[in-house]
C-alpha cells in the first residue's frame, strides 16, 4: 500500500546488501516515518517484543528473517544446530499470542532440514522468508476478494444508487502495516473503495497502544478511504442505532472451534454485535489458524504487558513524541493485549480460502489438512 504516495512493503530486504532487512519502525507512526534495520537475531527479537513491528502476519516474516540471520551467525559456530535452536527459542519467546510467529519458525526449520552445509542454509533460509512473505501478499489478496463479496452484497441492499456508505467498524489495526501489504481486515476495505463501493470505517483508537488511532487511522488517511476515528467504547453506541453495518477485524490466533484471539476489547465488539444483529467477521490468513487449541477462551495464551503502557500515553507535543503519565504515579495497572471472542458471535471467518463458519467443522471445510 502507500505512503506519500510511493508503494511500500512493511519488510524488505536491502537491494545491495542481503544481511540487512528493513522494517518501518512502527513506535513512532503516525508522527514520523522512519525505517529500523534489523542485521542481526538480537535486533529481530528487539523488533517483535517492543513492536517496531506488529500484527500477527508481519511478526511471523519478521520472525522468518530472524531465522535467516540466525543462519548467518550460526555458519562459523561449532555448535550450529544448537545455536540455531536458541535462536527459534529467543525468537519464539518474543510475544506469545500470535501463532504466526511459531508457525513461521517452524516453516523456516523446516526447509533447513535438508541441509547440513552452512552456506547452503543460509539460502535456503533467505528463500524461505521471501518466500513467506511473497504468500502473505497473495493470502491478504484474496481475503479482500472473498470479503470484497460481503461488502458488495451490504452495498447493494443498501442503497440502489451507492450514495450511502456501508459503515465499517474495525478494531485495533488489523490493516497492511500488521502484514506486508493490503492487511487482513482492510484488504476488503481496500478493495471495496478501490472498485467504487462507497465505505466509511470507523477506526477503534485501542488502547493502550493506540494502534487504531496511530496506525488505522494513519493508513486508511494514506489511502483516502472515508474513516472516523473513535474511542474504544464508542462502538455499542454506534451499533444501537444503525451506524455500524458490519464490523471486520483481525486475528492473532484462531482455535479449532473458530473462537479468535485479537486485540483487548475485541470481545465487546463481538457482543454489542450479536445484540444489534450487526454481521461481525474476523479475517485471517491460514498461518493463523492453531489446531491444536481447542477451546480458545480456555487455552489460547494472552499477552501482558508493561502498566507503563496504560498509565501513560504517548503522543506529539509541539513536534516532539512526549509520553505523559495519565494517573496516580502509584495506582497499578493491568495491561491485557488481547482477548479471545467466542465463536457464537463469529458470523464467519474470512479466509484465503473463502468464508467459512466459525466451527471446527467450518475450518474443516476449507483447511482439511490444517486437522
Ligand atoms: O499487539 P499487536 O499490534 O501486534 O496486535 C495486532 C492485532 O491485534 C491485530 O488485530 C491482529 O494481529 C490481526 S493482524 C492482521
New binding site residues.
Partial sequence: MKINNKHYHTIWVDDENTQLIQVFD?RFFPHEIKTFDITNTDEAAFAIKE?VV??????GVTAAYGMYLGCIEAKDRSDRQGYLTQVANKLNAT?P??V?LSWAIKEIQQALSVSDDPDEKIAIALAKANQIKQDDIEV?YRIGQHGLKIIQTIAARKNRDGTKPVNILT?????WL??IDW???TAPIYQAHEAGINVHVWVDE?RP?N?GAN?TAFELNQQNVPHTLINDNTGGHLMQHGMVDLVL????RTARNGDV????G?YLKALAAHDNQVPFYV???SS?LDCSIENGVRDIPI?TRDEKEVKYIQGRVNGEIKSVLLCPETTPAANY??DVTPAKYVTGLITERGVCAASEEGIKQLFPEKF
Fill in positions: 512502527q513492536m506488529r500484527g500477527a502476519p508481519l511478526i510475544r499470542t500470535a504466526n491478504c478494531h485495533c489495526n488489523a490493516g500488521a502484514t492487511g487482513t481486515a485501542t497502544r494502534q496506525l477485524v483481525g486475528t492473532d484471539a485479537n486485540k483487548i475485541t479475517a485471517l490468513p493463523t499477552e493485549g488481547f
